[in-house]
């Protein structure tokens, strides 16, 4: 039986090349929403692509920043989407209105932005050369406390239930802070025992699950459990669930992350437009999928729901899907696919207009019974929500309306129907001291 089963249902990770999405500019960076419906791709002219990602086509365009898009986050319920750009620029958009709704200044370009995930107030800032920053959209900011004052190149991130916020640094030092008193809970080393250090290069969290996974600069993607770090406290020794490397060509990984599911880790190399994917438990790799060769990758994203990998090289989006097979038997209940021919007998009332060995009694009994089919209790489904949350997100957006395009007349350029520009609010983040210069 369980072998059937999985004859059915097949592998749950990508296969096979399923197309591009071409944005006209550059892509850069993407990232699904809550429930991988809309797709956000920055591009290298500072433009944001809206992605509809059932239809394949350009739901919206936001002409975010002058320099490329560097990070892109979405908010819980998907309403604003955060940016950042390599013109030390960080700016809240509002999806539907695509009008900014608040701008940040930093002093240093931005590696990084991410939505805490369960406030949409607050989000997480990591600049380059600089501890992490937690801004508030009220018009505070609160610096990540460093393990050194002299070691900057950090990465940082919250956790799935941002809870708390997980930092590296360049020594291979990882620390576990409080998201609200920025207290440090847990600390531990990547490499235990040994002289040399070992760069963090970025940490993800899994959307199911309490594991996370730490990319590191030794070529070794490290899979932890975030209660078996909490537990070990600091200066802890926790050893990883697993060690994922590429052992023939030594592989130096770009991006890394889960699959919506938590069951599966997919690294991007950085040498090439080749993705690795390796199942968890196990450790085992299960599938390479290939580029264009010469391609160098930029980024990957694994949809939240679906076994499908969204990869950008060369400026183009690249999907990559399961095999899809056509079973018409899901279309036709009686109908039944056949792997070789099979002698058919017809039987003898098989074409008559009106079938007159059918008993009448069966006919009366199949129309006296009824069938109770009930509409209103509607069971949740479970891909949509969290393992801790007993309900779905109430007014997520999931879909942009498309509005009609309406050509203006010359003799009335301006509608008095139009709705006021709004003035989003600026603000330039002073890393050594308080926000400033708010207008």
């Known amino acids: 039986m369980n072998l059937e089963l999985l004859e059915s249902f097949g592998q749950n990770y990508p296969e096979e090349f399923d197309?591009?999405?071409?944005?006209?500019?550059?892509?850069?960076?993407?990232?699904?929403?809550?429930?991988?419906?809309?797709?956000a791709v920055g591009c290298n002219d500072g433009r944001i692509v809206i992605w509809d990602f059932l239809t394949r086509g350009i739901a919206k365009i936001i002409s975010a920043h002058v320099h490329?898009?560097?990070?892109?986050?979405?908010?819980?319920?998907?309403?604003?989407?955060?940016s950042a750009s390599t013109d030390n620029n960080v700016c809240i958009w509002d999806v539907l209105s695509g009008e900014c709704d608040q701008k940040y200044r930093f002093p240093s370009p931005i590696l990084k932005v991410q939505f805490h995930p369960r406030n949409l107030n607050k989000f997480?800032?990591?600049?380059?050369?600089?501890?992490?920053?937690?801004?508030?959209?009220?018009?505070?900011?609160?610096?990540?406390?460093?393990?050194?004052?002299?070691d900057l190149n950090i990465v940082a991130s919250f956790d799935r239930r941002g809870d708390y916020v997980y930092t590296g640094n360049a020594r291979g030092r990882i620390l576990v802070l409080d998201a609200e008193s920025l207290t440090v809970k847990a600390s531990y080393k990547i490499s235990q025992g040994t002289a040399s250090n070992t760069a963090v290069k970025s940490i993800e969290f899994a959307r199911r699950g309490s594991c996370f996974l730490v990319n590191t600069s030794d070529?070794?993607?490290?899979?932890?459990?975030?209660?078996?770090?909490?537990?070990?406290?600091?200066d802890g020794e926790p050893e990883p669930i697993q060690k994922l490397q590429d052992l023939v060509n030594k592989t130096m990984w770009k991006k890394c992350c889960f699959s919506g599911d938590g069951e599966y880790v997919c690294a991007g190399s950085a040498r090439q437009h080749a993705l690795y994917v390796w199942e968890k438990s196990i450790g085992n790799l299960v599938k390479i999928l290939h580029?264009?060769?010469?391609?160098?990758?930029?980024?990957?994203?694994w949809h939240p729901v679906r076994p499908i990998i969204?990869?950008?090289?060369?400026?183009?989006?690249?999907?990559?899907?399961q095999n899809q097979v056509e079973n018409w038997s899901a279309f036709a209940p009686d109908f039944k696919e056949l792997d070789e021919n099979v002698e058919y007998e017809e039987r003898e009332s098989e074409f008559d207009l009106s079938d007159e060995d059918k008993s009448v009694v069966q006919g009366e009994e199949a129309q006296d019974e009824e069938i109770e089919v009930d509409v209103a209790s509607i069971d949740r489904v479970a891909a949509f929500c969290?393992?801790?949350?007993?309900?779905?997100?109430i007014g997520s957006l999931q879909?942009?309306?498309?509005?009609?395009?309406?050509?203006?007349?010359?003799?009335?350029?301006?509608?008095?129907?139009?709705?006021?520009?709004?003035k989003h609010r600026s603000h330039n983040i002073d890393l050594q001291g308080a926000p400033t210069g708010e207008c």
């Open 19 to 39: 197309g591009t999405l071409d944005c006209i500019s550059l892509a850069v960076t993407c990232t699904f929403n809550k429930r991988g419906t809309l797709l």
């Open 68 to 82: 490329p898009v560097c990070s892109l986050s979405w908010s819980r319920n998907g309403h604003k989407l955060l």
């Open 124 to 150: 997480l800032v990591c600049p380059m050369r600089h501890a992490a920053v937690m801004v508030d959209v009220e018009g505070t900011h609160r610096v990540i406390p460093l393990d050194e004052d002299s």
């Open 219 to 234: 070529r070794v993607i490290r899979v932890y459990d975030s209660t078996e770090i909490l537990a070990c406290g600091k």
């Open 291 to 301: 580029g264009t060769k010469g391609e160098l990758l930029l980024d990957v994203v």
């Open 310 to 321: 969204a990869s950008i090289s060369s400026g183009v989006v690249s999907i990559w899907a």
């Open 386 to 393: 969290s393992s801790d949350e007993e309900t779905e997100d």
């Open 399 to 422: 879909f942009l309306p498309i509005s009609p395009d309406v050509e203006d007349s010359e003799d009335n350029q301006t509608s008095p129907h139009e709705p006021p520009i709004k």
